[in-house]
C-alpha cells in the first residue's frame, strides 16, 4: 500500500469511529432530552468519509432508521466514496502498489 493509501484509511477510518461514536451520542441524547446533534454535522461526518460508521451506528443502536433522508444519503455517502476509492485505485493506482 503506498503512503497516500496508508493515509486515506486512516483518514476514513477516523471519520468512521467519528460518525459511530456521533450516532450513538446522538441516540443518547435523544435518550435524555439532550441538546442533540445537528442533522447537517451527521450528514456532513458522513459525506467527508464517515457514511459507514454512521451507517453501522445507525443498524447497531437503531437510530434515525425511520428518516427517509437518512436513509437515502447515507448509503449514497457510502458509494460516493467507493466509487471515488475505485477511481483513484484504477486511474492512478494511489492506494494500492
Known amino acids: 500500500m503506498?503512503?497516500?493509501g496508508q493515509c486515506l484509511f486512516t483518514y476514513l477510518?477516523?471519520?468512521?469511529?467519528?460518525g459511530f461514536a456521533l450516532c450513538g451520542l446522538d441516540?443518547?441524547?435523544a435518550q435524555h432530552s439532550r441538546w442533540?446533534?445537528?442533522e447537517r454535522v451527521l450528514f456532513g461526518v458522513s459525506?467527508?468519509?464517515?457514511?459507514?460508521?454512521?451507517?453501522i451506528g445507525m443498524r447497531l443502536?437503531?437510530?434515525?432508521?425511520?428518516?427517509?433522508?437518512?436513509?437515502?444519503?447515507i448509503p449514497l455517502?457510502?458509494?460516493?466514496?467507493?466509487a471515488i476509492l475505485v477511481?483513484?485505485?484504477l486511474k492512478w493506482s494511489l492506494i494500492l502498489a
Not at 13 to 18: E, K, R
Not at 77 to 82: D, G
Request: net charge positive; hydrophobic share 50%.
Open 36 to 38: 442533540r446533534v445537528p
Open 87 to 89: 477511481v483513484l485505485q
Open 47 to 55: 459525506f467527508l468519509g464517515g457514511g459507514l460508521g454512521f451507517f
Open 61 to 73: 443502536f437503531r437510530h434515525k432508521t425511520r428518516h427517509l433522508s437518512f436513509n437515502i444519503l
Open 2 to 4: 503506498t503512503f497516500f
Open 13 to 18: 477510518g477516523i471519520l468512521c469511529l467519528t
Open 27 to 29: 441516540k443518547w441524547k
Open 77 to 82: 455517502s457510502i458509494a460516493l466514496w467507493a
